[in-house]
Structure formats: structure tokens, C-alpha cells
């Protein structure tokens, strides 16, 4: 399994632009539901919940932010081969990475009815579930607004 790391964990934009949130608010520090950090240790020590990354620089993948959310929902991804699978979502707004993920990303979306609050968060982030439960996408609620960020079927990662 790819496991995606990212160069810094406060890069990109820094500033709201145009009522888009900053890169950093995503890639803070998460917190689990209980309010204990989301993520743990460094390298292949490294646990997790849920954990946002910025692209590689090397790759020019500075503008995507990369949430991983070990599944299903409140297990922990440890790196092994037993390891608890994770979802990746994708916060692509130049196509760095994927087109077609660029395309269903929306900047400007509506929390739907029936979204429901996971309990994740950072300090200006709270992630939630829509109607498919994460199956293709996930809702970032800020004070700016709503973002619903594509699935990656498989894990992406630059090397």
C-alpha cells in the first residue's frame, strides 16, 4: 500500500482567497472525536486516523492537499501487511494531479441534509460525510464554507 507524504505540513497558500480557505487550515493538526490527535509518530512509525498532506514539491504538487482516512471510519493505519486500509481525498484545484479529480471537486458546495459530522477536525476544519458515506467523496466544512473533495480510487503518490 502507497502511503503519501508531503513535504511540509503548513505549505502552499496561506491566505483566503476569493472565500477559499488556505491550504494549512487542512494539513493543521487532526483530532479524533475524542479530542486526542488523529496521527501519530514520524516516518514508518507513523499511525494515524485521519492525516492531510501537501504534494511534493518535487513533483510541483505544492497546490494539492492529500486527506488520508484510515477505513473504515475510527480505525488506525499502521504501515504493514496487515495495515488497515485508507482512503484518499483529493484536494486538487489545478490538476496537478488528476483531471478528472480536479472536475469533481467543488470549492463551493452545499452540505447535503443528511450529512453527517464525523467528529475529525482541525483547528478550522471539521470533515464530514455525505450520503455515500465517503464512497466518492468527503465535506470539508470551514467558516468560509463547504468543500466536497473526490475519492482517489487507488492511493497517489509521487516519488
Do not use: K
Not at 501537501?54 to 504501515?79: K, M
Not at 450529512?115 to 458515506?133: C, Q
Not at 465535506?139 to 497517489?156: F, K, L, N, S
Amino acid at each position: 500500500m502507497l502511503l503519501v507524504t508531503g513535504c511540509s505540513a503548513h505549505g502552499g497558500d496561506q491566505h483566503v482567497t476569493d472565500g477559499v480557505p488556505p491550504t494549512s487550515a487542512f494539513t493543521e493538526v487532526w483530532y479524533a472525536p475524542d479530542g486526542d490527535p488523529a496521527e501519530h509518530g514520524e516516518g514508518r512509525d507513523r499511525t494515524f486516523e485521519v492525516t492531510a498532506r501537501v504534494g511534493a514539491d518535487h513533483c510541483d504538487w505544492q497546490s494539492v492537499v492529500f486527506l488520508s482516512v484510515a477505513w473504515p471510519l475510527g480505525s488506525t493505519y499502521e504501515a504493514g501487511a496487515d495495515a488497515v486500509p485508507f482512503r484518499q481525498y483529493v484536494r486538487d484545484r489545478e490538476g496537478r494531479v488528476s483531471g478528472p479529480l480536479m472536475n469533481d471537486l467543488d470549492l463551493d458546495a452545499r452540505l447535503p441534509d443528511d450529512a453527517a459530522a464525523t467528529g475529525y477536525r482541525t483547528e478550522r476544519v471539521e470533515l464530514w460525510l455525505g450520503p455515500d458515506r465517503g464512497d466518492r467523496h468527503v465535506y470539508m466544512r470551514t467558516e468560509h464554507g463547504v468543500e466536497r473533495w473526490p475519492r482517489a480510487r487507488e492511493p497517489i503518490g509521487c516519488e
